[in-house]
């Protein structure tokens, strides 16, 4: 769309679930969306795509203005990229793993039908190995999930559905990951 270019600012985000809470969360923390003040949000396709956008994302801006002063990233701690204008999600690995116990507990409870405690949690996240997709805490929750026959339904796959989900029980600004705010504050 052409409208593309008339924004001001970009916010280019790795995972799918996260780009689907971006505008939940900043709504959280300044009462409006990005668009409202003037900010795109760009998918980067994931893991396996994320250079590829991510350097179209560049080409594309770096027509009209620097690529630096309009674009902010949100990516997984497991990229390991640095940069002024790049934040990291995750405590070990990815998104899911920076979401608090409280917030999983509701969510698999409600959604679910399924109890998890805080120590189970805990004992999922120091199984967490950045280098092994089999390890992050979304799938390890799953795992435990689909496991339990008393369970109503199964746990929402990464996107738009696990953040409809969790956006039921992240009501709150404090309960949002500090990379978002960051983010969000460099973009304002």
Known sequence: NSDFLFYDKFLAVEGATEYHL????HQLVYGTTLSDVGVRTVSLGGESNREHY????KDIIGDYRKPDDAIVYLLDKDTGATGDNIYLVGDVADFEDSI???VWIATIKNECGVDLTRDQLNDMRSKIDASKKDTKLCKQIAAYIAADTGRSNYLNSKGEALAADLKKHITDASQIPQAFKDAFSKLH
Do not use: E, R
Request: charged fraction near 35%; proline fraction near 0%; aromatic fraction near 10%.
């Open 22 to 25: 971006l505008d939940h969360f």
């Open 54 to 57: 991510k350097k179209v994302l």
């Open 100 to 102: 608090a116990n409280d």
